[in-house]
């Protein structure tokens, strides 16, 4: 079964949890970097300011993704991940940079128990770029 889930979802998630999250990136010699962000719309793009090392990471390794924990008052509540790729870096200079991306997946994601008491995860596809998301 395929299900067409809208970018509008990904905004409103986003919004939910006040436009915040971590953009991780991948450095040289395949090292991650995590930096704590505020995200803002360009259109159906998410544009936020970002350190010299986010920003070249970036500009090298165009995958990323943006990581945003549930709120501390959600207990249980999902983690929202978004799979980007990067559209345009800026580099100008400390306070200044800035990282653009075009979502291109997006899950809510926690921890569970399966039903034979291992570990497993409960995950909810939220967008696709491609506007479906098989299920």
Known sequence: MTLE?????????????GNSGYLLTVGA?????CVAVELAWEGDHLTMGAGMTSVRNAAV??????LSPPAPSDSGGYSLIVDAAVSRTVDAGEGRNSVTLRP????????????????A???????????????
Do not use: F, K, N, W
């Open 104 to 119: 291109t997946h997006a899950v809510l994601h926690r921890p569970a128990v399966a039903p034979d008491g291992t570990p």
């Open 29 to 33: 010699g395949s090292r991650p970097h």
């Open 61 to 66: 390794r165009s995958e990323v993704a943006i």
């Open 5 to 17: 889930v809208p970018l509008a979802q990904l905004r409103a998630e986003l919004e939910r949890r």
């Open 121 to 135: 995860h409960d995950c909810v596809h939220l967008y696709d770029a491609e506007q479906t998301v098989a299920t």
